[in-house]
């Protein structure tokens, strides 16, 4: 489709007709839109490099004081030692950084009244929300996983002979499960933005959910945390990104698998709701 507009001319009165060739929406050309908005926000940036930096970093210092005190470590610590799990520790840190930034990259758009511009732009509302999802998952997947091969090489640097390589047994399967662990708590909080669309809203929820349910299961009887505790979404997925797993855990592939369910469902929610409220 083209439309014309007039162009002033110095050389004549008579208005000069430039043609400019106007772009059908199509669901590349959202996503393409919502990759420049995520690109150009200093606090993508910012939370980003916060996330690789506390993957990546953390497992060099975690590793370097380990092997400096390692002749006067705790038995009982000594003997659960996995120096996979001691070199991924960051993923707390990281996992915060990300849960923020998922909710703020919708929310702030909510705050600002600029989701009205993103939804009158496209036809239908559901390609806002699978570009959003699309653009930020990709996005989390690529940095968090070089940061866990970061933090697993320079973790090991750390440990020295006390280090292990990816060959051992579970290391390769749980320093690529930290990049997809951290890749589903972005979308889930995306999702999670879209359904509440409050920036303090989103974030207590999210942090409530991924940090804070394990915690209280711990008041409850001990039955009840047997047969709640592994399914709860943080226990479960993060089944895969350890070694050495608490005992009671799901398997690292099931875990992971009802982690993606409980991700699926807030999208299908948050689609839903994006459909029938208004902006």
């Known amino acids: 489709m083209t439309t014309t507009a007039p162009a002033p001319s110095a050389q004549s009165a008579a208005p000069v ?38 993957l990546a970093l953390l497992g060099l210092l975690i590793g370097v004081i380990t092997n400096a005190n390692w002749a006067h470590l705790d038995p009982a610590r000594a003997a659960n030692f996995n120096a996979v799990d001691t070199s991924l520790r960051g993923i707390n840190f990281a996992q915060l950084a990300i849960a923020v930034l998922g909710v703020l990259v919708i929310s702030g758009e909510y705050s600002t009244g600029m989701i009205r511009s ?18 930020f998952g990709a996005a989390t997947f ?48 995306v999702a999670l933005g879209f359904i509440i669309r409050s920036t303090a809203g989103g974030i207590s929820v999210v942090i409530g959910l991924l940090l804070v349910l394990p915690g209280i299961m ?36 099931t875990g992971f698998g009802v982690f993606c369910l409980y991700a699926a469902v807030a999208v299908a929610i948050s689609a839903v709701l994006l459909n029938r409220r208004n902006a």
């Open 17 to 54: 007709h430039r043609t400019v060739e106007v772009q059908p929406v199509s669901q590349r050309r959202v996503i393409a839109s919502e990759w420049v908005k995520f690109r150009t926000l200093r606090s993508s940036w910012i939370t980003m490099g916060v996330a690789v930096a506390a």
């Open 218 to 253: 711990n008041v409850l009887p001990q039955s009840w945390q047997d047969h709640i505790s592994p399914y709860l979404p943080s226990n479960a997925g993060a089944v895969i990104t350890t070694v050495n797993a608490d005992p009671g855990s799901l398997a690292p592939w």
């Open 118 to 135: 993103s939804l009158g732009a496209v036809p239908k509302r559901l390609p806002v929300l699978w570009a959003k999802l699309l653009v």
């Open 142 to 189: 690529v940095l968090m996983e070089i940061a866990a091969f970061a933090a697993f090489w320079l973790g090991q640097a750390g440990l020295a002979t006390h280090g292990t390589t990816l060959s051992a047994p579970g290391a390769l399967r749980s320093v690529i499960g930290t990049g997809l662990y951290l890749t589903v708590v972005g979308v889930l909080s």
